[in-house]
Structures are given as C-alpha cells and as structure tokens.
C-alpha cells in the first residue's frame, strides 16, 4: 500500500513563528502536493512539486513556501505563521504518467496559529 | 483555469433512499476522482474515472463521467448510515509536464436511520 506520512497530527504555533510541515511517500512519487483544507472551500492547493528541487504555485501559495531536496519528502513551510493559516493541511503524492494520477494523501496536520 | 464545482454541499438523506451528488468542472478535463472522507480522517480514493462514458460500481455507490457535459455524478443506491462521510471529487488539470488535481467543496452526506 501506498504510505503518505506526516510529521504531526496537531500542532498550536504562535504568530510570527516559522512553521515546517514535513511529509514523506514511500511509493516513489514523482509528485507530491500540499493542500489546505477549510469548511465550505474544499481543498485549495497551495504549492506542488513534479520533481526533485522542481515546485510550481498553486492556487493560495501566498505566506508559503516549499522544499523538495528529495524525492520522497516534501516540506512545506510558513515563514511567519499568521492566525489566517490556522487550517487542517494535507500531504499528497501521485505518479506522473498518461494512466493518470491517483492521489494518495497523508493523515493531515491540524495546525493552529495563536 | 480549471474549477470544479459540486452540489449540493449538504445533503441529509434517509436510509434506504436514493440520491446523486454533482460534480461539474469548467475546462476540458478527462480524469475525475472521487474521495471520501470520514470526519477527522484523511482522504480515501473512492474511484478514479479516465474516459468518457466510464462507470465505476463500489456497493451502493456508482460514478460516472460525461467529458462532453463536463459532468460526473456519484449515486448513492438504498443509503445505509455508514455512508456518513464527506465526498469529493477532483478533476485532472495538465500543464506541460506538471499535472495536478483541482478539488470541489465538497458534499457532506449524513444518513439519518
């Protein structure tokens, strides 16, 4: 089976802090994803990443960015963490390929800015 | 720029009751996915749809996908309780060598017995 694994299941960060959200795949993904997911909105993609060191801006990537210096690892992180990022945020992985591109996702990270 | 819309965003349905959930999406797009998700869980791939006209069967649930009416619906066949999650459907978006998948709101199904 497909293993997307997230550092943290919860996490309470004060403002102004500099956050690292880490995620692993163990399938050999070519790409990874992070998603923000709030009620009514769905989930909003906020960076990805199609290769090592490759990444590319989602739709809300304002106040984020992303290392991939690995293939299996994907970080994301919030430079100055504000209370408008307070949000559950999900890890994603796929394969690259014309057979399409299941997602697999981590467990989540609740995070919460005071 | 592709966007996904789905409706309703709530629906509270009997069991034993049928009932279809929508998935539209703006651009040409030929891969839709549908996940579940339980409350405080992550996402479960339910089905993934890759050409037009497909239909997909899980038990009680079928997907199917209209790439012409850029339509796909979940239906829900006699609801029994532990049908209780939110869906979601994503559609394929390709750019050159990147690939993502662009999310709906969601549709949060309660099954009252």
């Known amino acids: 089976d497909v293993k997307v694994t997230q550092s943290s299941r919860y996490l309470v960060k004060r403002t102004g802090e500099k956050v690292f959200l880490e995620c692993v795949q163990d399938?050999?993904?070519?790409?990874m994803f992070w998603y923000r997911q709030d009620p009514g909105l769905g989930l909003r993609l906020i960076y990805f990443?199609?290769?090592?060191?490759?990444?590319e801006k989602g739709d809300i990537p304002e106040g984020y960015s992303v290392s991939r210096e690995k293939k299996e690892r994907f970080s994301l992180i919030l430079e100055s963490a504000s209370t408008n990022q307070t949000s559950m945020y999900l890890c994603?992985?796929?394969?690259?390929?014309?057979?399409?591109?299941?997602?697999?996702f981590g467990q989540g990270t609740r995070l919460t800015v005071v | 720029e592709l966007k996904v819309e789905q409706n309703p965003l709530f629906l509270s349905m009997q069991e034993g009751k049928n009932y279809t959930i929508y998935c539209n999406y703006s651009?040409?797009?030929?891969?839709l996915y549908w996940y579940r998700q339980d409350p405080g869980k992550s996402l479960e791939s339910l089905f993934v749809?890759?050409?037009?006209?497909a239909v997909k069967q899980e038990g009680r649930l079928m997907a199917s996908l209209d790439t012409k009416a850029r339509l796909s619906t979940l239906h829900i066949t006699a609801a029994v309780h532990d049908l209780s999650a939110t869906y979601f459907c994503a559609a394929a978006y390709y750019g050159g060598a990147t690939n993502k998948l662009i999310f709906g709101t969601g549709t949060l199904l309660a099954v009252q017995p």
């Open positions: 651009t040409t797009s030929d891969r």
């Open positions: 399938m050999d993904h070519e790409n």
């Open positions: 994603a992985s796929s394969q690259r390929g014309v057979r399409g591109f299941e997602a697999f």
């Open positions: 990443s199609y290769d090592v060191k490759m990444k």
């Open positions: 749809l890759l050409s037009n006209g």
